[in-house]
């Protein structure tokens, strides 16, 4: 069965700064790993959406990376904005349906 | 294009009552998933849909819970005699119809926050 971890829970950073997020999950057998961004009473936004043969996807500020021997993945963010404060959730793509973690909920300090 | 779109987006029921959600997945989307995120937690899978048939609903509790996605309209998620433990927000996702499941992006709708009293 998937778990899929996400540390840290919460984040707080100020303006400007760069930040990793974490994702972690024990079965490598996975289709691909989604990043979405969830605003509070909305719903998902997908970022970004690596495949399983693929090691990283760059969009803008934001840059993921996978490695599935070690059940890793991290979001970073460059050059945080007030407006990427949301709750940042990692996916992987199994058989029928998306395993999620818990989240990281960012704030970013104006 | 349209995304895809979730009714009501809040509901309110007292125990007991029963409860419909529907969900229009995006134009051209044969592939309807549906997905529960209980206060404070994940998102948890719940059932995947094509039209008229039932591909996975292996995260769907066995009793009051029902889903469909008929030939024509939305697809509907169905609670019966709902508990305060269903409240929840439900969230819809499709799929375009290439591999389905979890091979390929899912577009989510903006949920449907039930909330029993």
């Known amino acids: 069965k998937q778990e899929v971890t996400q540390i840290p829970a919460a984040l707080s950073v100020p303006e400007g700064e760069n930040l990793v997020l974490n994702c972690s999950f024990t079965d490598s057998a996975i289709y691909n790993l989604q990043w979405f961004r969830q605003d509070p009473g909305k719903g998902l936004t997908s970022l970004l959406l690596i495949q399983s043969s693929q090691r990283e996807q760059t969009s803008g500020r934001l840059n993921a990376s996978l490695d599935k021997s070690s059940g890793r993945s991290t979001l970073y963010i460059a050059a945080s904005q007030p407006g990427d404060s949301a709750t940042y959730l990692c996916?992987?793509?199994?058989?029928?349906?998306?395993?999620f973690g818990t989240g990281t909920r960012l704030t970013v300090i104006p | 294009n349209a995304g895809v779109m979730q009714n009501p987006r809040h509901l309110v029921r007292r125990r007991g009552q029963e409860a419909r959600l529907r969900c229009s997945p995006m134009k051209g989307h044969s592939h309807v998933y549906w997905y529960r995120q209980l206060p404070e937690e994940g998102l948890k899978f719940m059932v995947y849909l094509q039209k008229e048939n039932i591909i996975d609903e292996s995260g769907m509790p066995k009793e009051r819970f029902s889903a469909e996605f008929p030939k024509e309209g939305p697809s509907i998620l169905r609670i019966q005699q709902v508990v305060r433990g269903d409240s929840a927000a439900y969230f819809c996702?499709?799929?375009?119809?290439?591999?389905?499941?979890?091979?390929?992006?899912?577009?989510f709708g903006p949920g449907t926050r039930l909330l029993v009293l």
């Open positions: 996702a499709s799929s375009p119809y290439t591999s389905g499941g979890g091979k390929e992006t899912q577009y």
């Open positions: 996916a992987l793509g199994g058989a029928n349906n998306l395993f």
